[in-house]
Each structure stands twice: as structure tokens, then as C-alpha cells.
T-cell receptor, first 118, second 113 residues
């Protein structure tokens, strides 16, 4: 079974600075997808960024980028120029649609609570 | 385009009762997934429906069930409620499978007393 570990339960960063959230996962599969989701106090999970395992190039979305290290099974999220609106829970997630009957089952990490301070 | 709509937003039930939660996906989305979120267990996959068929099921007891209608709307049902079923239940929809992003609703907060 796949597992996802987020080793930082809580983090804080000053506004405008850069922060990196860690995520490691365990799988014996070669093809899979990785995601970072954000959950603000409104409770709605919002997709931040996604990465296909067969792509070596790290995904970027504006101020958000990932450092994907396939051999190390590591998938960290870097937030640049942090903004107050980035305050939220961040979840790393893994999906293997081939193993899971071509479905959309996500395995989530425990989450990291990020506080952006003014 | 309207997002994923979950109703109700809050629900209080008594142990032993049953409850039905509803999820309306984004128009055109055929996959609907359900997740349970608790402080202790985190986010756990319940089940997924695609074109009215259950495609995947998580490790939950048979008291948890669901279905999907021809218009892709989905319901989940929990029978014989236990205190441990208190949680935020999240629904997510997707156009198809795999790398298509999941769009989540705001969830239903269920409290069992």
C-alpha cells in the first residue's frame, strides 16, 4: 500500500519570504501522480500543483513550485513571496490510477499547517 | 460554472441513526469521490463512483455506502451511526480519471452525539 508522510505538522513564514514544505511517499510503482492541495479555513480543498512521475521537469504554478526527487521518493513544495492568503493546511497526495482500477483514489499525507505572518 | 455542491453543510445526529449526504458535481464531471476527514485519522478515501458504478472502495465498514445517479449526482449513506463517524465528509468530482484534477466541495460537517 502507498503511504504519504509529511514530517512538518506546523510551519510559519514571514510575508514575502520563501518556505518549503516536505513530503515523502512510499510506493513500488513507477508511474503515478503527485499533488499538493491547500485547505483554508473555509474547508474547501484547492489543488495547488500536480506532477506526473514520468516527467523529470519540476512543475511550477506562479509562486508555487515543486522539487520532485523520484529516486528519493520526495515531493516538496516551495512557496515563494508568501502571502497572508497562503495561510492554510497543505496536503501532499499520491495517486496511482493503474493500480486503483483506473480510479481517482488519493492517498493523503497528514498535512502541514502553514501560518504566514505579517 | 458552478462548483461542487454538498448538502447539508452541517448535520447533527444521534448514535444509532442513519444519515444521507448529497453531492452535486461540476457539470460534465462523471467521477465522484468521497473522503472522510478527522483530526485523528486525517483524510481517508471512502469510495468513488464513475458513470453510476462504484469503481473503488476504501477500508470502511459496510455501514458506509453510496450511489451515483444518471445525472452524476451522488449520495453517501451511513447507517447505525457511531460517535467515531463524526467528521468532515468531502466530495470531489473529476471529468475522468488519473491526472484530471479533483475539484472538492466545502464538505458536510457531521456530528454524532
Amino acid at each position: 500500500a502507498q503511504t504519504v508522510t509529511q514530517s512538518q505538522p506546523e510551519m510559519s513564514v514571514q510575508e514575502a519570504e520563501t518556505v518549503t514544505l516536505s513530503c515523502t511517499y512510499d510506493t513500488s510503482e513507477n508511474n503515478y501522480y503527485l499533488f499538493w492541495y491547500k485547505q483554508p479555513p473555509s474547508r474547501q480543498m484547492i489543488l495547488v500543483i500536480r506532477q506526473e512521475a514520468y516527467k523529470q521537469q519540476n512543475a511550477t504554478e506562479n509562486r508555487f513550485s515543486v522539487n520532485f526527487q523520484k529516486a528519493a521518493k520526495s515531493f516538496s513544495l516551495k512557496i515563494s513571496d508568501s502571502q497572508l492568503g497562503d495561510t492554510a493546511m497543505y496536503f501532499c497526495a499520491f495517486m496511482n490510477p493503474v493500480v486503483n482500477n483506473a480510479g481517482n483514489m488519493l492517498t493523503f499525507g497528514g498535512g502541514t499547517r502553514l501560518m504566514v505572518k505579517p | 460554472k458552478a462548483g461542487v455542491t454538498q448538502t447539508p453543510r452541517y448535520l447533527i445526529k444521534t448514535r444509532g441513526q442513519q444519515v444521507t449526504l448529497s453531492c452535486s458535481p461540476i457539470s460534465g464531471h462523471r467521477s465522484v469521490s468521497w473522503y472522510q476527514q478527522t483530526p485523528g485519522q486525517g483524510l481517508q478515501f471512502l469510495f468513488e463512483y464513475f458513470s453510476e458504478t462504484q469503481r473503488n472502495k476504501g477500508n470502511f465498514p459496510g455501514r458506509f455506502s453510496g450511489r451515483q445517479f444518471s445525472n452524476s449526482r451522488s449520495e453517501m449513506n451511513v447507517s447505525t451511526l457511531e460517535l467515531g463517524d463524526s467528521a468532515l465528509y468531502l466530495c470531489a468530482s473529476s471529468i475522468t480519471t488519473g491526472f484530471s484534477p479533483l475539484h472538492f466541495g466545502n464538505g458536510t460537517r457531521l456530528t454524532v452525539t
